[in-house]
């Protein structure tokens, strides 16, 4: 079966910085995305990743380890606004996306 | 951000009853999607459409029909909706199949009592 798996949740203070990971059984791998979704709103994009290696915009990088079937997005300098449910898909060997349930990042100023 | 909108944002229902929601869009992207979205859960597709007239089913389409008579418009029905259909559906879109974004519209939720 396919399987996508995040922590359910995670606290971290205002300021600091906090690593979100995302581990993915597919049948097979063409690229790998990041969502943000803040309660009672729709999904946006926030990355994506096809090839191995680190991808940086602004405060958020994501990172990519397909050998290893392993993700994580990286946040920096956190805000308050940053407190929402953080999404990992995988678009498998049919294209079509694969989610995982989410990781619900909670800020404490 | 783009255009999509979701119609109605709200409903409640009956068991029984038909239900029909709508995606509209303005981008002109060829691909449109139908998730659910449910505590625990990834988003799970249930159906999509790679034009006018051609969709597929997706993980969880049992109880669920599509239909697509113009490039912007994608209706989602529940034929008979049941309580464990109370769900918040979410519509996206996006160009292509390959490395294409989905860009998603408000949701709508639906009560099934």
């Known amino acids: 079966g396919q399987n996508i798996d995040q922590p359910t949740e995670m606290t971290a203070t205002e300021g600091a910085i906090v690593q979100i990971n995302c581990t993915y059984q597919?049948?097979?791998?063409?690229?790998l995305f990041w969502y943000q979704q803040h309660a009672g709103e729709a999904p946006t994009f926030l990355s994506y990743?096809?090839l191995d290696g680190l991808e940086e915009k602004g405060r958020f990088s994501s990172f990519l380890s397909r050998s290893k079937g392993y993700s994580y997005l990286l946040l920096k300098e956190l805000q308050m606004k940053d407190s929402a449910s953080y999404l990992c898909?995988?678009?498998?060997?049919?294209?079509?996306?694969?989610w995982g349930a989410g990781t619900k990042l909670i800020i404490k100023p | 951000d783009a255009g999509i909108t979701q119609s109605p944002r709200h409903k409640v229902t009956e068991t029984g009853t038909p239900v029909t929601l709508r995606c509209h869009q303005t981008?002109?992207?060829?691909?449109m999607y139908w998730y659910r979205q449910d505590p625990g859960h990834g988003l799970r597709l249930i159906h999509y459409?790679?034009?006018?007239?051609?969709?597929d089913k997706g993980e969880v389409s049992d109880g669920y029909s599509v239909s697509r008579s113009k490039t912007e418009d994608f209706l989602l029905t529940l034929e008979s909706a049941t309580s464990s259909q109370t769900s918040v559906y979410f519509c996206?879109?996006?160009?292509?199949?390959?490395?294409?974004?989905?860009?998603f519209g408000p949701g709508t939720r639906l009560l099934v009592l």
């Open positions: 996206a879109i996006s160009q292509g199949q390959g490395s294409e974004t989905q860009y």
């Open positions: 981008e002109n992207h060829r691909y």
């Open positions: 459409s790679y034009g006018v007239k051609d969709t």
């Open positions: 597919t049948s097979g791998f063409n690229g």
């Open positions: 990743n096809v």
């Open positions: 898909a995988v678009r498998d060997s049919n294209y079509q996306l694969i």
